[in-house]
T-cell receptor, first 114, second 114 residues
Framework: KQEVTQIPAALSVPEGENLVLNCSFT??????LQWFRQDPGKGLTSLLL?????REQTSGRLNASLDKSSGRSTLYIAASQPGDSATYLC?????????????FGKGTKLSVKP | GAVVSQHPSRVICKSGTSVKIECRSL??????MFWYRQFPKQSLMLMAT?????????EQGVEKDKFLINHASLTLSTLTVTSAHPEDSSFYIC??????????FGSGTRLTVV
């Protein structure tokens, strides 16, 4: 059974700092991995999608890496801003299974202080 | 980019009544839609998967007679919580995919049953 773990559960940093969020999964047979952002009481916004054949994806100040063999992904945020404060969720899409649904971690709650 | 509209964003209902939540893909055809439930400080839990024109597939432990899902068209899926009880109070989120790519999520519905 696929399990997704995110560490740390919460993180508080001063503005301008670079930071790394971690995601690990137990079954390396994934189709892809996706990072999302969730603001309080809101839905999910997709940040980056990494296909299983890829090693990393970049968008602006965000960089996500994927190491399938070790079951790990990291989300790197450069020069953090107060507007980055949110919960970041990692999700893996498995092959087959229930129509290929996503398995989510519990998220990392990020707080960037001015 | 792909947009999924979810409505309503908040609803309060009396115990014993039914509530319908709509999920629409605005600019793409969603062959598959997913319904998730999220409790505070917990990850998203998949409730069911719906394919256009066919019956939904429910995850273990989810009562299909209580959570009615209809996916009558390629752009609309609805979740009806029947005979709602206070324990059904939660945050419900839908997502949609049009193929072998990422998932687009709705903005979520906060259901409170009083």
């Amino acid at each position: 059974k696929q399990e997704v773990t995110q560490i740390p559960a919460a993180l508080s940093v001063p503005e301008g700092e670079n930071l790394v969020l971690n995601c690990s999964f137990t079954d390396s047979a994934i189709y892809n991995l996706q990072w999302f952002r969730q603001d309080p009481g809101k839905g999910l916004t997709s940040l980056l999608l990494i296909q299983s054949s890829q090693r990393e994806q970049t968008s602006g100040r965000l960089n996500a890496s994927l190491d399938k063999s070790s079951g790990r992904s990291t989300l790197y945020i450069a020069a953090s801003q107060p507007g980055d404060s949110a919960t970041y969720l990692c999700a893996v899409r498995r092959y087959g299974g229930s129509q290929g649904n996503l398995i989510f971690g519990k998220g990392t709650k990020l707080s960037v202080k001015p | 980019g792909a947009v999924v509209s979810q409505h309503p964003s908040r609803v309060i209902c009396k115990s014993g009544t039914s509530v319908k939540i709509e999920c629409r893909s605005l600019d793409f055809q969603a062959t598959t839609m997913f319904w998730y439930r999220q409790f505070p400080k917990q990850s998203l839990m998949l409730m069911a998967t719906s394919n256009e024109g066919s019956k939904a597939t429910y995850e273990q432990g989810v009562e299909k007679d209580k959570f009615l899902i209809n996916h009558a068209s390629l752009t609309l899926s609805t979740l009806t919580v029947t005979s709602a009880h206070p324990e059904d109070s939660s945050f419900y989120i839908c997502s949609a995919t049009g193929g072998d790519y990422g998932y687009t999520f709705g903005s979520g519905t906060r259901l409170t049953v009083v």
